[in-house]
């Protein structure tokens, strides 16, 4: 064989060569592309939705139901759950307080990696919050009424409509929420999957 004949033949293998990295590289971003366009969303997908950008929070000193100090650095290293509402807590609250509750009991081994924590607005009712206590002992329920810690709660509202279900991540930043109506198990699904890739809590 000649050189010129060696040498088309090796130019159409790198022709080849390069048309096939060309397709690696390119495929998913297309099928990432027309699978948004055309609003098809795989099995895998999440049920909340991503705060973007995520919020690093910068959390205040609060305080829990017997008035002790609920610092920031019990928001490191796991991952909360959270629910922000009016003092009352009324009907529609404590559906997403008694679904939060039956969801985190059938994590069993990782259920100490997860916390559920209630930030109530206003002049705590005592008798309200003994009550959801009695029936949820494991709940966080935290008071924000100083200026620093309506700052703080802001930044929930301001990410998400009313009764939603924030997500904070274990380096304390606010990185999905989820609508009142959220199905059980799709949320667990999810929580589920971020428990096996997390390392940092």
């Given at each position: 064989?000649?050189?010129?004949?060696?040498?088309?033949?090796?130019?159409?293998?790198?022709?080849?060569?390069?048309?096939?990295?060309?397709?690696?590289?390119?495929?998913?971003?297309?099928?990432?592309?027309?699978?948004?366009?055309?609003?098809?969303?795989?099995?895998?997908?999440?049920?909340?939705?991503?705060?973007?950008?995520?919020?690093?929070?910068?959390?205040?000193?609060?305080?829990?139901?017997?008035?002790?100090?609920?610092?920031?650095?019990?928001?490191?290293?796991?991952?909360?759950?959270?629910?922000?509402?009016?003092?009352?807590?009324?009907?529609?609250?404590?559906?997403?307080?008694?679904?939060?509750?039956?969801?985190?009991?059938?994590?069993?081994?990782?259920?100490?990696?997860?916390?559920?924590?209630?930030?109530?607005?206003?002049?705590?009712?005592?008798?309200?919050?003994?009550?959801?206590?009695?029936?949820?002992?494991?709940?966080?329920?935290?008071?924000?009424?100083?200026?620093?810690?309506?700052?703080?709660?802001?930044?929930?509202?301001?990410?998400?409509?009313?009764?939603?279900?924030?997500?904070?991540?274990?380096?304390?930043?606010?990185?999905?929420?989820?609508?009142?109506?959220?199905?059980?198990?799709?949320?667990r699904k999810d929580m589920k999957r971020l428990l096996k890739t997390s390392w940092g809590g």
């Amino acid at each position: 064989m000649s050189n010129q004949n060696t040498d088309d033949v090796n130019a159409a293998k790198g022709r080849k060569m390069f048309l096939l990295l060309a397709l690696v590289f390119v495929l998913p971003f297309t099928l990432a592309y027309t699978l948004h366009i055309l609003d098809i969303r795989p099995s895998g997908k999440s049920f909340g939705n991503l705060v973007t950008p995520v919020v690093a929070l910068e959390v205040p000193s609060l305080q829990d139901a017997q008035g002790n100090t609920f610092s920031a650095d019990r928001w490191q290293k796991i991952w909360s759950f959270v629910m922000v509402d009016a003092a009352s807590c009324p009907e529609s609250c404590e559906q997403n307080v008694d679904k939060l509750n039956r969801i985190h009991r059938t994590f069993y081994k990782d259920v100490d990696r997860i916390q559920r924590i209630l930030m109530l607005k206003g002049d705590i009712d005592t008798t309200r919050i003994q009550q959801l206590q009695e029936k949820f002992p494991k709940l966080i329920i935290l008071s924000a009424d100083a200026p620093e810690q309506q700052t703080f709660v802001s930044a929930f509202e301001q990410a998400a409509p009313t009764g939603s279900i924030y997500l904070v991540d274990p380096q304390s930043n606010l990185m999905m929420h989820y609508p009142q109506a959220v199905e059980p198990k799709g949320l667990r699904k999810d929580m589920k999957r971020l428990l096996k890739t997390s390392w940092g809590g």
